[in-house]
Each structure stands twice: as structure tokens, then as C-alpha cells.
């Protein structure tokens, strides 16, 4: 690619190529390298049992015969409906070997909100957690759908025979209460079927590999596309990209990624539980990251004791793990590198991370629909920038346009809507052509994606986010920005979580003003008045708080972003 801005600034990490040779293949023939050249090797932990790449290998084989044999073929959607168990990387990388497309779905939803992408995708099977809500809710999501093939998987599966046994007899194996008659059991896959994938042709660029759906925080989800090529690119420009400075750089085969985020999201599909396959690494399997008494204990425990070395997070869980009371007694020395996306990291919120784990901690960015990793901070504490989401990866161009249109390109250091081209940019939402279009415009010939996010970049080439599209807040026609009035409500001693939104004046609709939400750190009290006291000296007049309501939490979505239009909605509707 032709030399950029961020090249040359002086900041690019001396490591890192500009540009990869990125290969043309099916996502699941990393798996297959993997499990050839390490076969013996740990791919998953989970409650004291392990699985090897070569034992994941051949269940994916087992997986995909199967799917075969119920007539699934090249182009069919399989869902997964699933937490972070060791079930989800043979599901996934078996769904692909068989020539289907792996749908995947957010374990928290709700009977209709499954149905919607069961009947959005026209998936034809789904792979179910056995479990009192999740199986009777697979049941009742899958009527008025083309599903017709329902996988039950049990957690027992993945235990020792001893814990297995154990778990039955105390009752502490989840297990539906009943099940319908056509049912099929993972198990029984297992037991019966050979390791032989069918033999599928696979076109990289052209195949979708995965639809991945947004999180439909404003509107209505859509599944973005992404192909094969898509992800495997994604996975080798971050293997590129990783390179620490000793002595916590990453070893092939030796390090192990903490499997917070969940799977079926894009942060923690193709960074956490792809990303460590195309390295020969270890993933711990976390179903709940907020597990525990405290919240957050069972993950801090099991960093401890796997000793892991790469997380993946967002920053409302390392606001969990900096502020959580028993973070000093529990050993995090062993994590090497942290990474942080999904939403916007405070930089007082990494400092104070940084201060009590050790890891070092580095803000990237992504969107769904870039499979999902675009910008990074150059993985040195001596060059990255806190409060920038860093510069576009190997590959990767980034433009500002203006926000009106997003047809002009605008000049270094004006603020405008980030656009992205390269690898990892989806193929588009699938079956809206109109949405797809509305999103996508070309700049010197290549194809450029609209991300909804309100940034600049710098004169080195750093890219730093105001914040989404939607979310501006107008305040006598000046914009105010949420994650500005966030990341200062942040500094304050006493406050661990803080939320903005945008209200309408009561005596002219047409103009907003700002009101935060904040939850302090355990054990502090204070008044709204005094934080809007305090945020006089720091915020100028259109951006300060002239509201603030103290709340014990603030609703979020599975991977961590503040949902801000649902704050919104609350308030409006107390206004009737």
C-alpha cells in the first residue's frame, strides 16, 4: 500500500509491515495448520479440563459430517446460541467445514429477540446451551423460523467424569427441564459421527463465513456480512500488529488469551478465540465474566490461576477488575498485554488499571462490521497515545469525511465521520442492499465504509474519537460531546462509571443541554451538586452537567458499551 500519514509520523511500530501478503484461503484451514503442527497442544480451558487442538480439530470434523448428513450445504446458516464454553470453537469451525455460514447469538436475549435473527438470517439449525431458560427459549424463538434442526449442548460434557458425576447428583449441571422429541444432543454427535468434513469449495473473497449482527442499540440489528478473507485477514493483520517489546512479547504456543469477552461478538470471536488459534495458544473459557462475590471474582481467580498473559476486555470490565476489592490479593503479574475496545477507554480509567494489574494496557478500535480490529495504540508504552484509539493497522486506509454528506474528504485535523477501507471491511449487511449501500462511498478508487464515529486525526497520524454520529449533543448549536464529558467525570476521585446523554430544554425542544449519570466507587458518597461544583473548573459552560442523577449501576450491553439511548428513553419517559 502507498505510504500514509501514519507511517511516516514517526510512531509506527518498527516491527509492524505496512503492508501483508494475506493469504486467500477458508478460515478453517488455520485450524487444521495448527492442529498439524501443534496437535498437542492445549487449545481450551474450562473448569479443570482441556482440550488440544487436535482433540478440537476432530470434533469440528465430527461436527461438520454431521451437518452434512441433515442436508446442510454450502451457503446455509447455522446458528450458535451458546456462552464461552468449549462447545463454541468445534461448533464454529465445524459450521465452516461443512460450507455453512455461522450465525452467532448474544446468550442474553430474549425469546423474540432471538427469533427476529433466527427468521432475519434464515438460519436452518441451531446449536443451544442445555440450560432451565435457554433451551425452552431455543424452543419457543425457532417456531415461525426454517429451523429445523435443534442441538442440544450440555456443560457436563466438558467435565471431568468425577466432576460430571458430582454436578448431577448435587443438581449444579444446568440442564433444561424437558425436551422436545426431535431434540439432538451434542453428545450424541460425538458418539456417532466420523471426523470426515465434507469435501467443500470455498471462494475466500466471495464466501460469508459469518454474519455477525450490530448490537441494535440504535434501530433495529442488522447482520453485517464478513467472508472468509475478511476474518483470516483481520487475524494476521493483529498477529502482525501484536508485536510487544521484550520481555513481554508473545510466544507462539506459550501464551494464554482470557476468554472475557463473549463469542459470539466480534472483539471477542476474531481476537480472542480465533486470534489464539493462528498463534498455537491457550484460551481460558469464561461464560460469565461478571461471575463471582464480588462481581468479577471468577475471572480475576482464573487469570490467577492459568496465569494469563493476553486480555481482551472493554472498559467497563477493567473498571471492574482496577476497582474491585480483592484485586490486590489476587496475583495478575502473569498478564503481558491488555487490550481495550468496543467502547471509549477513559485514559484515568487505564492509568489506574495499569497501576493495579501491571499489564499494559492499549486502546484499539473496531466495528462489527470490520471483522473487527482497524486501529491500534503501536504496542509500546513509550509511543501509544492514552485517548487515542491509535493508527490504522497493516492494510488499513482511514479517511475523515464530512458528517453531512460523508461524500468530501476532509484535511488533517478537522473533525468529521471516520470512513474505512481495507481486508477486514464486511461485504455488506446481509439481504439491505439499500442499508448496505446508504454506508459505503469510494475515495481514489477505493471503497470506503461510514463508521458513525466523530474523529480527527492528528499530525502523526493518530486517530482520536469525539464520539458517535448519533449521540452529539446540541447545545446552542454548539456540539458537546458525551465521551469528552465522560472521560472528565472519569478524574473524579469518587466516581467509578459515568454516562452522558443529550436532553431537550423544556422551553425550546429544539436545543439540549447535558446530563450525566454516575456511579461512585464503593464505599464514597456525594451530592450532584458538588460534582457539577466540581466539573465548573473543568468543562466549558456547554459541555458541563446541568443535571446529574447518582444511580447504583447503568444499563449496558453483554460486552460493555453504556447504552445511552436507553437512558435517554427512561428519561423522557418519566417526562411523559
Known amino acids: ?61 465430527k461436527i461438520a459430517n454431521f451437518l452434512a448428513s441433515k442436508g446442510i450445504m454450502k451457503g446455509d446458516k447455522v446458528a450458535i446460541f451458546l ?21 452467532t447469538c ?15 438470517s434464515g438460519a436452518v439449525a441451531v446449536f443451544c446451551f442445555d440450560h432451565p431458560k435457554f433451551t425452552p427459549m431455543t424452543y419457543e424463538a425457532v417456531k415461525g423460523t426454517d429451523v429445523k434442526t435443534v442441538v442440544v449442548c450440555s456443560s457436563a460434557e466438558y467435565l471431568s467424569k468425577v466432576k460430571a458425576v458430582l454436578g448431577g447428583l448435587l443438581g449444579k449441571i444446568p440442564k433444561s427441564p424437558s425436551y422436545e422429541e426431535d431434540t439432538i444432543f451434542y453428545k450424541d454427535i460425538m458418539a456417532t459421527y466420523e471426523p470426515k468434513a465434507p469435501e467443500v469449495s470455498t471462494n475466500p473473497k466471495e464466501d460469508t463465513a459469518l454474519i455477525l449482527y450490530t448490537g441494535g442499540t440504535t434501530g433495529t440489528p442488522k447482520g453485517a456480512e464478513l467472508t472468509h478473507y475478511n476474518l483470516t485477514s483481520n487475524v494476521e493483520q493483529m498477529h502482525e500488529w501484536a508485536q510487544l517489546e521484550p520481555p513481554n ?3 507462539e504456543g506459550e501464551e494464554v488469551y482470557v476468554g472475557a469477552l463473549p463469542w459470539y461478538h466480534s472483539y471477542g470471536l476474531t481476537l480472542t478465540m480465533i486470534t ?35 486480555l481482551h476486555c472493554v472498559p467497563a470490565l477493567y473498571a471492574g477488575i482496577a476497582n474491585h476489592s480483592k484485586v490486590k490479593e489476587i496475583d495478575l503479574s502473569s498478564l503481558k498485554v491488555c487490550a481495550s475496545g468496543a467502547a471509549p477507554l477513559p485514559p484515568e480509567l487505564a492509568k489506574l488499571f495499569e497501576s493495579v494489574a501491571g499489564g499494559t494496557l492499549f486502546e484499539g478500535y473496531g466495528l462489527t462490521e470490520t471483522s473487527p480490529l482497524t486501529h491500534g495504540n503501536p504496542p509500546s508504552r513509550t509511543t501509544r497515545k492514552f485517548g487515542s484509539i491509535g493508527m490504522p493497522i497493516s492494510n488499513t486506509y482511514a479517511t475523515i469525511v464530512d458528517i453531512e454528506t460523508g461524500s468530501k474528504e476532509l484535511a488533517q485535523g478537522e473533525v468529521g465521520e471516520i470512513a474505512l477501507s ?43 474519537i469525539s464520539d458517535r454520529k448519533k449521540d452529539m449533543i446540541n447545545v446552542g448549536g454548539l456540539k458537546a460531546y458525551p465521551r469528552e464529558v ?8 469518587k466516581i467509578k462509571m459515568a454516562g452522558v446523554i443529550g436532553l431537550p430544554r423544556e422551553d425550546d425542544p429544539t436545543n439540549e443541554y447535558v446530563k450525566a449519570y454516575v456511579v461512585l466507587k464503593d ?38 458499551k453504556i447504552l445511552r439511548r436507553q437512558l435517554r428513553a427512561e428519561e423522557m419517559k418519566k417526562r411523559g
Open 486 to 493: 465522560e472521560d472528565t467525570l472519569y478524574e473524579h476521585p
Open 1 to 61: 500500500m502507498e505510504e500514509m500519514l501514519w507511517h511516516k509520523g514517526g510512531k509506527w511500530p518498527e516491527k509492524v509491515k505496512k503492508s501483508l501478503e494475506l493469504p486467500e484461503e477458508p478460515l478453517f484451514a488455520m485450524l487444521d495448520r495448527t492442529a498439524d503442527k501443534y496437535g498437542d497442544k492445549t487449545y481450551t480451558m474450562w473448569a479443570g479440563s482441556s482440550q488440544t487442538y487436535s482433540q478440537v480439530r476432530e470434533s469440528a470434523d
Open 106 to 120: 448474544n446468550p442474553s436475549y430474549t425469546t423474540p429477540e432471538l427469533n427476529f435473527q433466527l427468521k432475519d
Open 422 to 464: 481495507g481486508p477486514q471491511v464486511m461485504k455488506g449487511y446481509y439481504n439491505k442492499p439499500k442499508e448496505t449501500a446508504e454506508v459505503f462511498r469510494k475515495f481514489g478508487g477505493k471503497r470506503y465504509f461510514l463508521t458513525g464515529d466523530i474523529g480527527s486525526m492528528d499530525e502523526e497520524g493518530f486517530f482520536a
Open 523 to 560: 464505599g464514597e458518597t456525594a451530592t450532584p451538586e458538588e460534582i457539577i461544583e466540581w466539573a465548573k473548573e473543568r468543562l466549558a459552560g456547554y459541555k458541563r452537567p446541568r443535571e446529574v442523577a447518582i444511580v447504583d449501576s447503568l444499563p449496558m450491553t453483554a460486552v460493555g
Open 276 to 310: 489464539c488459534v493462528r498463534q498455537a495458544n491457550s484460551v481460558i473459557c469464561i461464560p460469565d465474566p461478571r461471575a463471582g462475590k464480588p462481581p468479577m471474582t471468577e475471572l480475576l481467580e482464573a487469570i490467577e490461576k492459568h496465569k494469563g498473559t493476553v
Open 83 to 103: 456462552p464461552n464454553l468449549p462447545h463454541y470453537p468445534p461448533v464454529f469451525f465445524g459450521i465452516l467445514k461443512a460450507g455453512g455460514i455461522a450465525v
Open 249 to 251: 512479547n508473545l510466544v
